[in-house]
């Protein structure tokens, strides 16, 4: 009997990963969590308010595993919103049920209602983090996970003496939910954070802060392993130690070629794992972080958030200040962001089978003639601030999931003709025409072979102002190729894409006035969110999805729905 390849290549893919399972399961473990969604009385500068919680912890308790384990989470809501819980940069293989955006991969799970999440960790080590996909419910609702290599194996680097996790977040002085409501009621900007925080706490530069300010130990020659996690609602941060240098050693949960920097800048969505030696003359050493904020003109919280990394047997002194950078530094987040490398060479894809070039940026949304002023307090008089992709302002459906609509057939849910192209092509990051500042709203997605080799040149665009976006995508890392300022040009900028060893993310921060180009292999069937993780921004529509089709087998089909996903 004769066998095509696409055959004979799922048998031997099969017979691979059922002997790689088999060497690894004596070691794999499965861990079992609940997660109680409620409120809980948190008090922060001086004021206590309820907020939504994991567990009554705040930020949520930390899940530890290694590479190879699988994780079983029962959700239960006992909050009063709707809510669901994303494993931020788990790739889902085949499990994209799991992966809890709202509306895309599951409907929200309602109050007094539950949801079980089942998934694998596969081939990734280092940090990830999960987090409410709900609104704004990520600004209380989030914690840390911490990879660790399988039983057996050990850290590409001498093992440090010590392992911190570090969670950048963002405080408001009010119900995060009631700030979205009215933003979206008057279509102008959200009032910006009343503080930055590392694990919860602001640190002792704010007021009521300083006895509650997070400290971090070590020990004089010891090397500590810092995990640092950028879980802001919607700010870029710098992040710096006092006297200290980091070797970059990780990203996303993926090991990079090890370089040395003096400070951070991370994203909402993206993580960074660095080394630092305890080289210094015994004492306190803030640890701090403060915006990076490259909108021109726009408000932002320009405080700054704080941690002491606390030597053993320091004088009780007041702590050395590093000094951050100016908070439009784009050329130091850039010297950051291109300094990124894979720890060898790299599987990137090279013969391309979809090549899609996407527009990302806000826009203003003409009010209709009737329209009460109070709703139309955008920028310009009768204006709604709205974002979008291609010029489409994606728009979250209601009845189903995606997910749902896509794996049983559902007519009526989507639509499949997201363009690959912007509709018109203008100076995307010079002076745009007002006529090309409102999108057009829908629920439009792009369809893609299983096995396709994709390749995504995001652009920014200057419609009425451009800044830096993290672009996260959903069940895929990525390789970031390049980044350049202005508009891409394929006849120039071709020549300066790194096909050796670019790093491998899954938040890339587009410049502001610029570009990036991602590759991947479509190899995991679902329906996946690519969005900008200023959750402001995907708010307003600064997103699109792939629809990813199953392959051939089981081992490249979707797995069933669970008997427990909630209905709409």
């Known amino acids: ?31 079992y969590h609940g997660f109680i969604v409620q409120e809980t009385k948190v008090k922060r500068l001086c004021k206590t308010h309820n907020s939504i919680t994991v567990n009554g912890q705040y930020p949520g308790p930390t899940l530890e595993v290694n590479n190879g384990d699988s994780i079983v989470i029962k959700v239960v809501n006992k909050g009063r919103y709707n809510i669901t819980i994303h494993w931020h940069g788990v790739r889902q293989i085949r499990t994209a049920w799991a992966d809890g955006p709202e509306f895309i991969t599951q409907c929200p799970i309602r109050p007094g209602r539950s949801y079980t999440y089942r998934f694998t960790i596969s081939g990734q080590e280092g940090t990830l983090w999960w987090h409410a996909h709900s609104s704004w419910l990520r600004a209380t609702v989030y914690g840390g996970i911490i990879i660790r290599p399988k039983q057996g194996d050990t850290f590409p ?35 910006i954070s009343d503080a930055y925080t ?77 080394l630092i030696k305890a080289d210094q003359p015994p004492a306190r050493y803030y640890i701090a972080a ?52 894979s720890p060898g060479k790299t599987l990137v894809p090279t013969q391309i089978d979809e090549n899609l070039f996407i527009t990302a940026g806000l826009g203003l949304q003409k009010c209709p003639p009737k329209a009460r002023a109070r709703n139309c307090q955008g920028p310009i008089n009768g204006t709604r601030f709205t974002a979008s992709m291609n010029n489409v302002s994606f728009v979250l459906p209601s009845n189903f999931s ?32 007002q006529s090309l500042w409102q999108p057009i709203r829908g629920t439009r997605v792009y369809k893609l072979k299983y096995g396709a080799k994709v390749q995504v ?17 959903h069940g895929y890392d990525f390789y970031v190729v390049a980044e350049g300022f202005g508009n891409f040009n394929p006849k120039t900028d071709t020549a300066k894409f790194n096909l050796v060893d670019p790093p491998l ?64």
């Not at 020659?221 to 810092?226: K, M, N, P, V, W």
């Not at 009526?412 to 203008?426: I, L, M, Q, R």
């Not at 040149?457 to 995508?473: M, R, S, W």
């Open 1 to 31: 009997m004769a066998y095509s390849n696409t055959i004979v290549r799922n048998m031997l893919l099969s017979f691979l990963l059922i002997l790689s399972s088999l060497a690894s399961f004596a070691n794999a473990k499965t861990h």
């Open 157 to 191: 680097f001498p093992k440090p003496n010590r392992d911190s996790l570090l969670l950048l977040g963002e405080w408001w002085d009010a119900n995060p939910i009631d700030v979205i409501r009215q933003a979206t009621r008057s279509g102008g900007a959200p009032n």
């Open 198 to 274: 590392i694990n919860g706490q602001p640190g002792d530069l704010y007021n009521c802060s300083s006895k509650d300010t997070i400290k971090v130990p070590i020990s004089s020659g010891e090397t500590s392993l810092i995990r640092v996690v950028n879980a802001a609602l919607n700010q870029q941060l710098f992040f710096k130690i006092a006297n200290h240098k980091f070797t970059v050693v990780g990203a996303d949960a993926s090991y990079v070629k090890p370089f040395t920097t003096d400070v951070l800048m991370l994203g909402p969505g993206q993580t960074t794992d660095v």
């Open 290 to 341: 403060r915006a990076y904020a490259s909108a021109q003109g726009a408000p932002f919280d320009n405080t700054t958030t704080t941690a002491i990394l606390n030597y053993k047997n320091a004088p009780t002194s007041k702590p050395i200040m590093p000094t951050l950078p100016a908070f439009n530094d784009t050329a130091t987040a850039t010297a950051f962001t291109t300094s990124f490398r």
């Open 402 to 433: 995606l997910l749902q609509a896509h794996h049983h057939k559902i007519p009526g849910v989507f639509t499949t003709d997201f363009p690959a192209k912007p509709p018109v092509t203008f100076d995307y990051t010079g002076n745009v025409s």
């Open 457 to 473: 040149v995001i652009q920014g665009t200057n419609i009425f102002t451009a800044e830096n976006h993290p672009i996260h995508l």
């Open 505 to 568: 993310r899954n938040t890339v921060s587009l410049p502001v006035k610029g570009w990036a180009v991602i590759r991947f292999v479509a190899d995991n069937p679902g329906t996946w969110i690519m969005h900008c993780h200023l959750d402001v921004h995907i708010g307003w529509g600064l997103a699109m999805v792939f629809v990813v089709d199953n392959g051939v087998g089981q081992l490249e089909t979707l797995e069933q729905p669970p008997k427990d996903l909630p209905v709409c």
